[in-house]
């Protein structure tokens, strides 16, 4: 079960437009919230930015169940989130 700490860190992930957090740094980061385990956008290469984005998409309701309830997040709304839009823009 995720903690409101670790809510927090999510939600300041997703707010935020400057860092992505690597599947191998996921659990730890999510604990932690601690920024070495980040990684800059611009860093990134297009298919992992690709992937990041996907991921987003695929796990749109559980994230938003997650930070601010509810069951299923409404049209559009992982796409307007800083986070995502970075990754698009790369």
């Keep these: ?3 409101q700490e ?3 860190h999510l939600l300041e ?3 935020q437009d400057e860092v992505w957090v690597g599947r191998a740094r996921w659990l730890r980061w999510l604990d932690t919230g601690d920024r070495a385990d980040t990684m800059a956008i611009s860093a990134l290469v297009l ?6 984005c996907a991921w987003l998409r ?6 938003h169940a997650t930070v601010e309830g509810g069951e299923r997040a409404p049209e559009g709304w992982v796409r307007a989130q800083p986070l995502y839009q970075a990754l698009e823009r790369g």
Excluded: E, K, P, S
């Design 6 to 8: 670790q809510i927090g």
């Design 58 to 63: 695929q796990q749109r309701h559980v994230l």
């Design 1 to 3: 079960m995720i903690n």
């Design 13 to 15: 992930l997703l707010q």
């Design 47 to 52: 298919d992992d930015r690709i992937a990041a």
